[in-house]
């Protein structure tokens, strides 16, 4: 079945005709054109596709477009001007880049649930983006910069 659904993404309404079982994640690629946002697992398992809704993190392959009716969705391309984007690329935090904007989007989230205490707890709350490159230290360090550790 499709619907019409209208979502604020990075403060603009986009409007588009969808099957009511799309994800956000395919929404937001497929119908709104904002590649940023990166189809890992496809299972909520690996954080490449987080985003935020409303300002806490989602990973978007597990919502459905249709649950964001009116909603706001932040993806990475929202966030281009964002220290956390500037830190990533001060302490080369990108790596291959298919977990990079996850990882910054995940980044933004933890910085606002003030989870910057230690470099344990960064690793704990930025757990759900896993990313095999081995970028940790240096993820690690970009948050910390940012948090003002």
Do not use: W
Request: glycine residues 10%; hydrophobic residues 35%; negative net charge.
């Amino acid at each position: 079945m499709e619907r019409d659904v209208t979502v604020r993404v990075n403060g603009e309404p986009m409007k588009s005709t969808m099957d009511t079982e799309t994800t956000l994640l395919d929404a937001l690629r497929d119908d709104f054109g904002l590649t940023g946002t990166k189809k890992g697992c496809d299972q909520g398992a690996c954080g490449a596709c987080t985003v935020l809704l409303d300002g806490r993190r989602v990973v978007s392959c597990l919502v459905l477009a249709v649950q964001c009716e009116d909603r706001d969705v932040t993806t990475v391309e929202g966030v281009t001007d964002h220290p956390v984007t500037d830190a990533f690329v001060r302490h080369d935090a990108f790596q291959c880049g298919a977990c990079t904007p996850g990882q910054i989007m995940s980044a933004v989230a933890l910085l606002g649930e003030g989870r910057t205490g230690s470099d344990a707890e960064i690793r704990e709350f930025m757990s759900g983006n896993l990313c095999r490159c081995g970028a940790y230290a240096n993820i690690v360090a970009a948050i910390r910069e940012v948090a003002g550790r």
